[in-house]
């Protein structure tokens, strides 16, 4: 019967998954495999059946299971053991006398004895080549070399951790998580390095483990050092265990009392928005808002943050009244008039007649030319007039482009009447340059 087997080689211990097609294998039994490297002992670590999906990468390392191990095979590994311990020890000697700023881990031999590997820890850069071949002299195999971290040497060496059991990545960890300082916050664990630190030197790996129970509270429960309404009284909380799910309180006479975490119980106060905590026991009715600001004592606080807000409300409503009610409002914004040319004096001009709207959207530029016109004819015939005094004493504007404010009386000057001849001489040019802005003149 097919199934996924789980194996664990004797090197640094990762996880590879296996669909074995005949052999019945059971967990924690011995195996002989053959590997991109060559043969070498592995450990069935569990089985599943084939329906159910497993995470295999694309690089199959296992290619095949032999056999279980048999009496002979585990014999012959007694003895690999052996020579494993002894090519340790002239390994080190040769590092030693080389004088390399390395430090020697393990060394492993296939189960062909095919390979010899050395695992080895360094701070910087190593160049093992004159080391490498002192090695194959002395032992006569293919030889390799594999540095690695500090934590894959906890993996691959083992130990005791500050709990007392075997270090995690040794025991069942397959890979390295990421693992900051903000799990230990999280945790409410001192930030102390030397208590937060496994004996690899980094962070401890169950930081990661447990971070998703402690996240779960999250959010549902007050802080250390927030207030909290129990029954008529006020106190503060002082710690939270959620492993057995207990809070600690302490009232203002120094008593102290543990509260399930099952009956606190809180809500924001809509209009400070701080948030307010109490313990209520199963069946109770949850108190009113009133009542828990009387406790806190933060009643007159909330009043007068109320009639703020009622007060900023109130003045929104009546910039909002007084926007909708004043004049023009809720009429239509009408076109901006044409401005007043000299002939028409303050009023409008003449109305458009029957048909000139729909000459001009066929032609859109047909009257832009004769509007143009008008406008140059009124400027050209203001500075043609005589200066006059202003009221306010200033100097009168000048036909050289010196520009003042305008006077009502400047506004709409009267037309000459005194020299025609210039003044259709000026009409004449404004015409010609209506047209070289606006469209070119017909030919034909």
């Known amino acids: 019967m097919s199934q996924f087997v789980a194996l664990r080689l004797r090197k640094l211990p990762v996880v590879h998954w296996f669909l074995e097609?005949?052999?019945?294998?059971?967990?924690?039994q011995k195996v002989l495999v053959r590997t991109q490297q060559g043969q070498e002992v592995a450990t069935v670590l569990r089985t599943r059946p084939t329906d159910v999906p497993v995470k295999r990468g694309d690089d199959q390392f296992v290619k095949e299971i032999l056999r279980p191990l048999s009496p002979e095979d585990q014999q012959k590994l007694q003895e690999l053991c052996q020579k494993e311990r002894e090519a340790f020890l002239k390994a080190r000697a040769l590092v030693a006398q080389h004088k390399l700023d390395m430090k020697l881990l393990r060394a492993e031999y296939l189960f062909d004895q095919s390979r010899l590997l050395f695992y080895f820890k360094s701070e910087i850069k190593v160049d093992f080549r004159d080391l490498l071949r002192s090695l194959g002299q002395a032992f006569r195999t293919r030889i390799e070399l594999r540095q690695i971290g500090v934590r894959d040497e906890a993996k691959l060496l083992g130990g005791i951790g500050c709990c007392g059991k075997e270090v995690c990545c040794a025991q069942f960890m397959t890979s390295f998580g990421q693992v900051s300082t903000k799990m230990a916050k999280d945790q409410n664990l001192s930030l102390n390095p030397a208590k937060l630190s496994g004996i690899c030197g980094r962070l401890l790996c169950c930081l990661a483990h447990e971070h998703e129970?402690?996240?779960?509270?999250?959010?549902?429960?007050?802080?250390?050092?927030?207030e909290i309404a129990i029954g008529s009284e006020k106190a503060k909380v002082m710690d939270i265990n959620f492993i057995t799910q207990k809070a600690l309180v302490?009232?203002?006479?120094?008593?102290?009392?543990f509260v399930p975490l099952a009956q606190i119980k809180g809500r924001k106060e809509p209009v400070t928005g701080r948030n307010l905590w109490w313990s209520q026991e199963e069946g109770q009715p949850e108190p009113d808002l009133d009542t828990l600001?009387?406790?806190y004592g933060i009643t007159e606080v909330v009043q007068k943050a109320r009639e703020a807000k009622e007060a900023k409300e109130a003045r929104k409503r009546e910039k909002r009244q007084e926007g909708a009610g004043g004049p023009g409002a809720g009429q239509p914004r009408s076109r901006r008039t044409?401005?007043?040319?000299?002939?028409?004096?303050?009023?409008?001009?003449?109305?458009?007649?029957?048909?000139?709207?729909?000459a001009a959207r066929r032609d859109p530029g047909a009257g832009a030319g004769d509007d143009r016109g008008d406008r140059d004819r009124a400027r050209v015939s203001s500075s043609r007039q005589p200066a006059q005094p202003s009221q306010a004493g200033r100097p009168p504007a000048t036909g050289d482009g010196q520009e003042r404010a305008a006077?009502?009386?400047?506004?709409?000057?009267?037309?000459?009447?005194?020299?025609?001849?210039?003044?259709?001489?000026?009409?004449?040019?404004?015409?010609?340059?209506?047209?070289?802005?606006?469209?070119?003149?017909?030919?034909?």
């Not at 097609?21 to 924690?28: G, R």
């Not at 129970?213 to 927030?226: D, N, R, T």
């Not at 044409?338 to 729909?358: C, H, I, L, V």
């Not at 000459?416 to 070289?436: H, I, R, T, W, Y």
């Open 338 to 358: 044409a401005p007043a040319t000299a002939e028409g004096g303050e009023g409008a001009g003449p109305a458009p007649a029957a048909g000139a709207g729909e």
């Open 407 to 444: 006077e009502p009386d400047d506004l709409f000057p009267a037309p000459e009447e005194d020299f025609p001849g210039e003044a259709a001489e000026d009409e004449a040019e404004v015409d010609l340059a209506g047209l070289e802005d606006d469209e070119e003149p017909d030919e034909n």
């Open 21 to 28: 097609p005949n052999l019945e294998l059971e967990s924690t």
């Open 213 to 226: 129970y402690y996240a779960s509270f999250h959010g549902k429960y007050p802080k250390l050092g927030a």
């Open 250 to 257: 302490g009232f203002l006479d120094r008593r102290k009392l």
């Open 293 to 295: 600001l009387a406790v």
